[in-house]
């Protein structure tokens, strides 16, 4: 029984670091490091994307990828980052999978 648990876990450690290079690898091909910073400290041009879990549950910062415009109509916050920055965010065309698996990582990674 032992050995199971052992074994579960060791598959679950396995699968999180998975996900965290492919987390990391879909931002830099997305070149988000260009606006956002390689650290995601943030630039003149975008925010910073640390701290995102106090702001942001997974399936809503997947959906902000995939059409920003839609999501931060008529959230005050996101519309006063689009007036502090001029760096327009564009949609990210991945597969759905794909903005789930980023924004999961920047979740994780940035807090």
Wanted: charged share 25%; net charge positive; glycine share 8%.
């Amino acid at each position: 029984m032992k050995l199971a648990l052992v074994v579960a876990a060791a598959l679950a450690a396995g699968a999180a670091s998975a996900q965290q290079a492919t987390g990391e690898a879909l931002f830099k091909k997305a070149n988000c490091q260009v606006c956002h910073g390689a650290e995601r400290k943030g630039s003149t041009l975008a925010p910073p994307l640390l701290g995102l879990s106090k702001r942001w549950e997974a399936d809503r910062l997947a959906a902000y990828l995939a059409d920003p415009y839609k999501v931060s109509r008529g959230d005050a916050r996101l519309e006063e980052l689009e007036k502090r920055f001029p760096a327009v965010m564009p949609p990210y065309g991945a597969p759905d999978a794909d903005r789930k698996v980023l924004a999961a990582w920047l979740l994780e990674a940035g807090k």
